[in-house]
C-alpha cells in the first residue's frame, strides 16, 4: 500500500516569510497527491491536489505544491506566510485505482506576528 | 454545498464499553471513510465503504466494526473501548475525482 512520509512535525516561521513543508511518498504507481489543512477544532479542507499534467500545481490562499517524480515528493510552498496560516497541514496520497487515501502525520505550523 | 455531519461531537464511555459513532453526507458520494486522529500520528485509516452494505477494512480495524446500510450514513462501534483509545475520530466522503470531505471530528475519552 501507499505511504506518506511528513518530516518536520514542527515548523515555525515569521509572518511574511516563505515556506515548505516537505512530504515523500512512497508508491510504484501513478500517484494521486494531496496536500490538506486542519484548522483548530475543524475538519480537513483541501489546498491542492495534483493528478497530472504540470508538476506545479495552485491551491487556495497562495499555496502551491510541485510533484517530483525521481524524488518522491510533494512539498508545499507558501512565497509568504499569514499568522492566519498556522494550522496543522496533511500530505495525502492515493493509488490511481484505489480508493483508500493514506495520510502522513502531519506537520503543525505555527505563524510568529 | 453538502456537509458531512457526525454525532455525538463527544463520547465518554467506561474501559471494555461498546461505543458507536456516527456519520451522514448529504453530498450523495459513494465513498465513505473512517480515520483514527492521534496526535503525531496524523490520520490512520480504520474502515471504508464505497456503496451501500459495503465494508473494507483499513490498516487499523481490528477493535472496530463499521455498518454501511445506507448510502448516505456510515457507523463505527468501538467493539470494546480501551483507555489508549482516547482520540478524535473523522469521518469523510469522497468526490468522484479523489477529494475527501471531511466531518469536524468525533473526539473520544475513555474512562
Known amino acids: 500500500a501507499q505511504s506518506v512520509t511528513q518530516p518536520d512535525a514542527r515548523v515555525t516561521v515569521s509572518e511574511g516569510a516563505s515556506l515548505q513543508l516537505r512530504c515523500k511518498y512512497s508508491?510504484?504507481?501513478?500517484?494521486?497527491l494531496f496536500w490538506y489543512v486542519q484548522y483548530p477544532r475543524q475538519g480537513l479542507q483541501l489546498l491542492l491536489k495534483?493528478?497530472?499534467?504540470?508538476?506545479v500545481v495552485q491551491g487556495v490562499n497562495g499555496f502551491e505544491a510541485e510533484f517530483i517524480k525521481s524524488n518522491s515528493s510533494f512539498h508545499l510552498r507558501k512565497a509568504s506566510v499569514h499568522w492566519s496560516d498556522s494550522a496543522v497541514y496533511f500530505c495525502a496520497v492515493s493509488a490511481y485505482n484505489n480508493n483508500a487515501p493514506r495520510f502522513g502525520a502531519g506537520t503543525k505550523l505555527s505563524v510568529k506576528p | 454545498g453538502g456537509i458531512i455531519t457526525q454525532t455525538p461531537k463527544f463520547l465518554i464511555g467506561q474501559e471494555g464499553q461498546k461505543l458507536t459513532l456516527k456519520c451522514q453526507q448529504n453530498?450523495?458520494?459513494?465513498?465513505m471513510y473512517w480515520y483514527r486522529q492521534d496526535s503525531g500520528k496524523g490520520l490512520r485509516l480504520i474502515y471504508y465503504?464505497?456503496?451501500?452494505?459495503?465494508?473494507q477494512k483499513g490498516d487499523l480495524s481490528e477493535g472496530y466494526d463499521a455498518s454501511r446500510e445506507k448510502k448516505s450514513s456510515f457507523s463505527l462501534t468501538v467493539t470494546s473501548a480501551q483507555k489508549n483509545e482516547m482520540a478524535v475520530f473523522l469521518c469523510?466522503?469522497?468526490?468522484?475525482?479523489?477529494?475527501?470531505?471531511f466531518g469536524e471530528g468525533s473526539k473520544l475519552t475513555v474512562l
Open positions: 453530498f450523495n458520494h459513494d465513498t
Open positions: 508508491y510504484s504507481g501513478t500517484p494521486y
Open positions: 469523510a466522503s469522497r468526490q468522484g475525482t479523489g477529494q475527501l470531505y
Open positions: 465503504s464505497i456503496t451501500e452494505n459495503d465494508l
Open positions: 495534483y493528478y497530472s499534467g504540470d508538476p
